[in-house]
């Protein structure tokens, strides 16, 4: 079974930056269609990058150009660098990989943007 671990959320201030990483067990990141999603109290679960197996990559529209994802295949770790935060990227960001048609989720991470 796929584990993925994700650390580095907290609290900053609106401007600030963040490194969100997905530590997943097996050396399974190349292989993988890698993303991270994130939900907000009372909201849906929306994509907010991904990465696939060969290095190409998607972002939400409201993130393009602050957040970049990108992984690290030797060390099996997906990162989101996310830059100029603000308040509405308040949420738990999960990290997911999806192996062979198969969806693997982390336990999530809190990110919380004060103004």
């Known amino acids: 079974q796929v584990q993925l671990v994700e650390s580095g959320g907290g609290l900053v201030q609106a401007g600030g930056s963040l490194r969100l990483s997905c530590a997943v067990s097996g050396s399974i990141v190349r292989l993988s269609t890698m993303g991270w999603y994130r939900q907000a109290p009372g909201k849906q679960r929306e994509l907010v990058a991904s990465i696939i197996s060969d290095g190409r990559t998607n972002y939400a529209d409201s993130v393009k150009g602050r957040f970049t994802i990108s992984r690290d295949n030797g060390k099996n770790t997906v990162y989101l660098q996310m830059n100029s935060l603000k308040p509405e990227d308040t949420a738990a960001y999960y990290c997911?990989?999806?192996?062979?048609?198969?969806?693997?989720w982390g336990q999530g991470t809190q990110v919380t943007v004060s103004s």
């Open positions: 997911n990989a999806i192996l062979f048609g198969v969806s693997n």
